[in-house]
């Protein structure tokens, strides 16, 4: 169960888009459909905002979208905005019914 | 709409026990699979435990297993996290998660957490 990777920082300029990497292995991100990325805000509680690797939840923006190619995930977000300064978490089911996250990214809007 | 909060958070010393509580509301919680995360101070989410909607299965983290306990009660719409032998690095942010179903096996619904500190 070791952590996925994620860079620990990315940064943009507003109305410019960002990608975040997520990489985990054959046993979990490669194996599943089953990427999932959440935002969390300052001593907030994380929020979903893709599910089964590119799939988004009712009432979260357009603005944000998943991918995956092989044992590596993204999270893109375009036209960013202030708002969308948070750490960013991806996290896979590495089966037997368990989950790891990844160690997560501060993105900074510029 | 969803609630989750939980409940129980404490400051134990090394080798003692805690009883986390997650009450829910909102939702139909007996069609649910339920988690535990946690979050150590300026640290990352690190996934606990699961327990399915009826209680039959569950499963832990590996830096966990013989340490905690999961439970239910659905009459009740809480979950549990029973925590024993509880070591410095057990000092977190707990926070209950309702898992999405229709197999997302993601995390839709997040309490606001509470806080185990553990130190003597």
């Known amino acids: 169960q070791s952590a996925l990777t994620q860079p620990a920082s990315v940064s943009g300029s507003p109305r410019q888009s960002i990608t975040i990497s997520c990489t985990g292995t054959?046993?979990?991100?490669?194996?599943?459909?089953?990427v999932s990325w959440y935002q969390q805000h300052p001593r907030k509680a994380p929020k979903l905002i893709i599910s089964?690797?590119?799939k988004r939840p009712s009432g979260v923006s357009n603005r944000f979208s998943g991918s995956k190619s092989g044992n590596t995930a993204y999270l893109t977000v375009s036209g960013l905005q202030a708002e969308d300064e948070a750490d960013y978490y991806c996290?896979?089911?590495?089966?037997?019914?368990?989950?790891?996250f990844g160690t997560g990214t501060k993105l900074t809007v510029l | 709409q969803v609630q989750v909060m939980e409940f129980g958070g404490d400051v134990v010393q090394p080798g003692g026990s805690l009883r986390l509580s997650c009450v829910t509301s909102g939702f139909t919680f007996g069609d649910y699979n339920m988690h535990w995360v946690r979050q150590s101070p300026g640290k990352g989410l690190q996934w606990v435990s699961f327990?399915?909607?009826?209680?039959?299965?569950?499963s832990y983290a590996d830096s966990l297993k013989g340490r905690v306990t999961v439970s239910r009660d659905n009459s009740q719409n809480t979950l549990y996290l029973h925590m024993y032998n509880l070591r410095p690095e057990d000092t977190a942010v707990y926070f209950c998660a309702r898992d999405g179903g229709d197999k997302t096996y993601s995390f839709d619904s997040w309490g606001q957490g509470t806080l185990v500190t553990v130190s003597s």
């Open positions: 054959s046993r979990d991100v490669g194996a599943y459909r089953l």
């Open positions: 996290c896979s089911y590495a089966g037997s019914d368990t989950w790891v």
């Open positions: 089964e690797d590119r």
């Open positions: 327990l399915r909607w009826d209680g039959r299965e569950e």
